[in-house]
Nanobody
Framework: QVQLVESGGGLVQDGGSLRLACAASGSFLSIVVMGWYRQAPGKQRELVATITSDGRTNYAASVKGRFTISRDNAKNTVYLEMNSLKPENTALYYC??????????????????WGQGTQVTVSS
């Protein structure tokens, strides 16, 4: 099993910055992809950014140039630096660990895990 604990959410004014962190713990061999998704009230969950274990990143078009995802593989932690925040960025931000390899008997189990979410609120 893998546990993801997010931190860093909060209330910030329009144009402000926040840094989210998500630490993975538990029994696993490796995590291929870590990322952030968000869900605003009344909307579907959407991709914000992802990063692979070798550092390849992917961003939603709406956050490119303002958000930066990074990862510390030694700490199994992913970060999201959010700058120039806008009220429309208000949402519950979820951490995801994808393609997580765990030992199961003589084989490997590949799982996908989510954190509980951390609220980001941007006031106008």
């Amino acid at each position: 099993q893998v546990q993801l604990v997010e931190s860093g959410g909060g209330l910030v004014q329009d144009g402000g910055s926040l840094r989210l962190a998500c630490a993975a713990s538990g029994s696993f061999l490796s995590i291929v992809v870590m990322g952030w998704y968000r869900q605003a009230p009344g909307k579907q969950r959407e991709l914000v950014a992802t990063i692979t274990s070798d550092g390849r990143t992917n961003y939603a078009a709406s956050v490119k140039g303002r958000f930066t995802i990074s990862r510390d593989n030694a700490k199994n932690t992913v970060y999201l630096e959010m700058n120039s925040l806008k009220p429309e960025n208000t949402a519950l931000y979820y951490c995801n660990a994808g393609r997580v390899a765990s030992a199961r008997g003589m084989g490997v189990f590949w799982g996908d895990y989510w954190g509980q979410g951390t609220q980001v609120t941007v006031s106008s």
